[in-house]
């Protein structure tokens, strides 16, 4: 019951009316909301209202703290996000850089490699093309020696023909001999 009343005195200490041509006379009413209104200011639930409004009072002024301290820690979130945000660029920036720098080198090591493949596929091109030539010369030699030896073969084939005809022709007139020196002793 007393929280109805408290409600009840701040709207009759509150309360404004109209002023008309007819009805009460405005000073009375104005003098009995004053008595009503000190009546209330000094009473229990007026005593209430005061508390009431220095506890509300006390209310905003914490709640306005709290509402400061909730905009500080905003804006310090804001700048570490801030700051986080520009750490996290700078990071992507360095990696990228670095990236970027890592494949310029591994590019750069990649043709060097093709120049040195390309000089030592070079170098085995020219081995190649005196192997080849040394091949073609060594057949060639190859081939001349194996036709002297071959033209030396019938030479050595044809003079042992000569021998073996000479040998036949040497038994023949030993052979002729022998049997005209048979006749010519058995003449004798």
């Known amino acids: 019951m007393a929280g109805t009343g408290d409600s009840r005195a701040i709207f009759v200490v509150q309360r404004h009316f109209r002023i008309v041509r007819r009805g009460y006379d405005v000073e009375e009413v104005d003098r009995h909301l004053q008595l009503v209104s000190e009546w ?7 005593q209430f209202a005061k508390q009431f409004e220095a506890t509300l ?8 703290d709290h509402e400061r301290l909730v905009a500080d820690v905003k804006e310090q979130a804001r700048r570490l996000i801030d700051g986080a945000g520009v750490e996290a660029e700078a990071t992507l920036e360095g990696a990228r850089l670095k990236a970027k720098a890592e494949a310029a080198r591994i590019e750069h090591a990649a043709t060097e490699r093709a120049v040195e493949a390309s000089e030592h596929l070079r ?3 020219a081995v190649l ?3 080849r030539g040394d091949a073609e010369h060594l057949r060639a030699t190859a081939s001349a020696e194996g036709a ?3 033209d030396e073969a019938r030479l050595d084939a044809a003079a042992a023909e000569v021998v073996r005809e000479a040998k036949q022709t ?4 030993l052979a002729d001999a022998e ?3 048979a006749t010519i002793i058995a003449n004798a």
Request: glycine share 10%; no cysteine.
């Open 40 to 46: 209330f200011t000094k009473s229990a639930a007026g």
């Open 57 to 64: 009072r006390e209310r905003e002024a914490g709640l306005e």
């Open 123 to 125: 170098e085995a091109e």
């Open 129 to 131: 093309e005196r192997a």
């Open 148 to 150: 002297a030896i071959l």
């Open 170 to 173: 040497a038994g023949r007139i």
């Open 179 to 181: 049997a005209r020196a």
